[in-house]
């Protein structure tokens, strides 16, 4: 190749890159794109001034013409002006911003902010997300001066939104409902583990009921029915079927509600129960007959129709249903499949 067909080549390559910058606005990039010695033809020149980055009268160390803005660290990028922030485009034409590239100061966040909304718009982006961790959330009112409304918040971080199109916004909402788990854990002896709670709206009651928790983040009912199971009883034992799922509105914070009562099984019936100090009174094994018989629940339909099919499952009148842990589109991603027994088998 010769070195006017290299030159013609590379000057290309940075014309493109140029007008692809204009979109992320990264400084550190284009200045590894002005290499010294490279003289750019001036046939190409007007093509490079189009995309507003260019100037003729200025060189990069040596002869080779180059973007204005590299001319000295602390200019703005003539055409783009403040950087815009850095992210990644999502699979619905909208852009995530990452975290990282957040800057610390407000101004330079509602500048950079608002570049990157004038480009995101020309881009036809729909759906904007920004987090905003806790250590930086001085930058939230900029987001919202700039229409960004709250989608949901965690320990860590306050998540931000703006949909951009003025068409009707689809971005999802933020999770809808908690998940709890109850555990019939019944002994060879046809004995069911129940607990009194130390607090909460049956504290005091007298009340002797299943163990019940919320599932955790990134925890299967399964799992979680284990885990409450083990705290708050000292008890081992392992799922075996889903009996019911109850769902129910306005619930915590207005969120809905959905329940998975499980059974499971203990892996020892000679262990030791021990009454979870934080959280229980009392521990104990219940004869089924006492648990069916419950006045509590006698005068509850759901609850009552509840009991029913714990005392069902029990007796072997009813299998409940089954959960399997399964690949679904990606090889490294198990999902929990609950299903039938008279399901074909999985």
């Not at 602390?74 to 485009?89: D, F, K």
């Not at 989608?151 to 999770?175: Q, S």
């Not at 607990?195 to 049956?202: D, H, M, Y």
């Not at 089924?288 to 509840?306: D, I, R, W």
């Amino acid at each position: 190749m010769t070195a006017v067909h290299y030159r013609f080549c590379y000057a290309t390559v940075v014309c493109r890159a140029l007008t692809s910058l204009r979109i992320c606005g990264n400084r550190s990039t284009l200045l590894t794109l002005c290499k010294p010695n490279v003289a750019l033809p001036a046939q190409l020149l007007p093509s490079l001034q189009r995309t507003g980055l260019w100037a003729s009268h200025r060189s990069c160390r040596s002869h080779s013409a180059v973007p204005a803005a590299l001319a000295s660290t602390t200019e703005s990028l003539p055409g783009i002006g403040a950087q815009m922030l850095l992210g990644r485009a999502d699979a619905y034409e909208g852009f995530i911003v990452s975290a990282d590239d957040l800057p610390s100061t407000s101004d330079e966040f509602d500048s950079r902010l608002q570049q990157s909304l004038q480009d995101w718009q020309k881009s036809g982006k729909k759906g904007i997300w920004i987090t905003v961790p806790a250590e930086k959330s001085q930058l939230i009112p900029v987001a919202v001066q700039h229409r960004f409304t709250f989608h949901h918040a965690e320990k860590g971080y306050v998540m931000l939104t703006r949909w951009l199109p003025t068409t009707e916004d689809t971005l999802p909402p933020n999770a809808s409902h908690q998940v709890g788990v109850g555990a019939f854990v019944v002994n060879s002896k046809k004995e069911v583990l129940v607990v009194q709670e130390r607090f909460g709206p049956l504290k005091g009651s007298g009340v002797w009921k299943m163990p019940t928790g919320l599932v955790l983040a990134g925890e299967d009912i399964t799992e979680a029915a284990e885990r409450e199971v083990l705290e708050e009883t000292g008890l081992e034992a392992t799922f075996e079927a889903v009996l019911a799922i109850r769902q129910s509105h306005k619930a915590a914070f207005g969120k809905s509600d959905m329940f998975f009562a499980v059974a499971l099984k203990p892996v020892d019936d000679s262990q030791k129960l021990v009454a979870q100090a934080t959280e229980v009174d009392g521990v104990k094994w219940m004869p089924l007959e006492e648990y069916a018989s419950n006045p509590f629940s006698a005068t509850k339909p759901l609850y009552n129709k509840l009991v029913q099919q714990c005392v069902a499952y029990a007796n072997g009148t009813y299998t409940g249903m089954k959960a399997s842990s399964m690949n679904s589109e990606r090889a490294d991603r198990v999902e929990l499949l609950v299903h039938g027994t008279d399901s074909p088998k999985l």
